[in-house]
């Protein structure tokens, strides 16, 4: 039996995140894996989309700006250098124990790496800072590489862990992704996709979800972007049955 510890889309809100780490004893006070993370019998998942602060207040405070321009290159410049800074740190705890630290390739992590398309917020805010052709910079090479890497879904036996959905089109963000209006909206509209996938249980991010996680245990599906609610997803999986589920439930830290 395996316990899985997966956290909600990070969004630049890395004190969080160490915080949610260290609350469910997955890293210690250096920031390095614990006994329990480095034997495999923790297994932490983070959900995608570690980049992009989500609003300007984000930004500042990431920043120490008082008022953070997405249209000053000197800002944009800031925000960058404080995103590497902690994707180091986050790189170098994956690296400590990859067979026990998995994460998930977002939409926001792939538009640094394919700055095809300028992601942004229902309130005009730009994600433009890891974007030279709009005032940003290039990820650095490592990141970079380090990023690419990330898969776009983890499955053990028939539970699912993916940044937006089962569907095998939501793992793609092309520009037919972006003109869909399903993946902020199919686990309420259409739910019963995750069991026509043959899946037993799903674990998502990518839609914000304001009152803490959504657990759906009728349709077998977690909606876990809730790291602001300060909560967490805990599963208890036995990898050697075929259907390995034992219990799940959000914890707050």
Known sequence: MRKFLAFGDVHADFDTLWAALRAASCADANGQPTPPVQAGLYQVVLIGDLVHPKNDREYSRLTGLPRFDPRNPDHLFLAAREQVKHLERLRDYQLAAPHAVHIILGNHDDAVLNTTFVLGTSG?????????????????????????????????????????????????????FYADRSPKRWFRETPEYVQM????????????????????ETHGLAMIDAMHAREYLEIMLNPEQPEPLISVRAVPF
Do not use: C
């Open 124 to 176: 005009g805010l730009v994600h433009t800072e890891f974007d030279p052709d709009h005032g940003g910079i290039l990820l650095p090479d490592h990141l970079k590489l380090w990023m690419q890497a990330f898969p776009r879904e983890l499955r053990v036996g028939n539970v699912q862990f993916a940044h937006v959905s089962p569907l095998p089109a939501h793992s793609h963000y092309d520009d037919l």
């Open 197 to 216: 996938a043959g899946l037993g249980f799903g674990v998502y991010g990518h839609t914000q979800i304001e009152d803490g996680i959504l657990l759906d």
